[in-house]
Structure formats: structure tokens, C-alpha cells
């Protein structure tokens, strides 16, 4: 049987605001972090993270709506999770680590570091308004174009 496409592949895009707070989550920046090395089916992905599969399957759902992720099902129960068109991978140079940039509605981004997934920077477009919570949980605003 042939992969399809779930509901869940609909494009979503999500303002500055709401991709901040969907990262906040740990589990959800390691789902964002693995899938940006590849596709992985959800079973997979919580055998790596070493997590139930059902907190995978809800944060995966999460961010499919936001088209941080795509889902595409194999057969009646697997189903295969890569970056969606919101998120996309940039590698380094150097070789090592890279950034994931998640995309919003609004024209800003935010960039996951590879080599330190507590690491978050927004970046936004000239005259966007600031973010009001960072990823790791901490209120203030970020300079405009900061990385």
C-alpha cells in the first residue's frame, strides 16, 4: 500500500507567539531536532527519545498543526514523521550541528541549534512586534534581528 497523507499535513502556520510556546516543550524541540536528520516513524522516534509512544504521538500531532511536521501513514498504524514546509534544516559549515528554523505567519522565525537544543533564537522581521516568552520560560523581549 502506497503512503498517504494525513489531515494532519495541512499547512498551519503559527504567529511568533504560539512557535514559541510549542517549543517550549523538551520533548517537542527533540522530536523537531531528530526529524531534521530525517523521516522516523512514531514508534521509532519514542523508542530513540526514549519516551511512551503515546507523548510522542500527542506532540507529534501538535506539530503538524502548526506544519512543523508532516505525517504520512504506511498501512493502517504507521505513521512517518519529517519536517514539514514551516521548518526547515540549514547545516553549518563547519560540519558539526546546524539550525533548524521554524517559520511563522508573520515573517519572523525561530532557529533551534543543533548542538545545544535548549538554545533558541528568534529572529524577526524589521518592525515585528517583540516576543513576550523565550524557550526557556523567561519573559522579556528580544532585540529586533537579535539571533
Known sequence: MSPRRNDSARIAFVTLTDAI???HAALRREILLVL???PMDVSSLAAHLEVEVSH???NVRRLAQAGYIVIVREG????ICSLGPAASFR???EG???VLVLATDDGNAVHLHLNDPTLASVVRRPNATPATRDPAGSSHPH???AP
Not at 493502517?76 to 505513521?79: D, K, P
Open 76 to 79: 493502517q498504524r504507521r505513521r
Open 143 to 145: 532585540p529586533e534581528g
Open 36 to 38: 531534521a536528520h530525517g
Open 91 to 93: 547545516a553549518r559549515e
Open 21 to 23: 510556546d510549542l517549543i
Open 56 to 58: 510522542v504521538s500527542h
Open 96 to 98: 558539526r550541528g546546524g
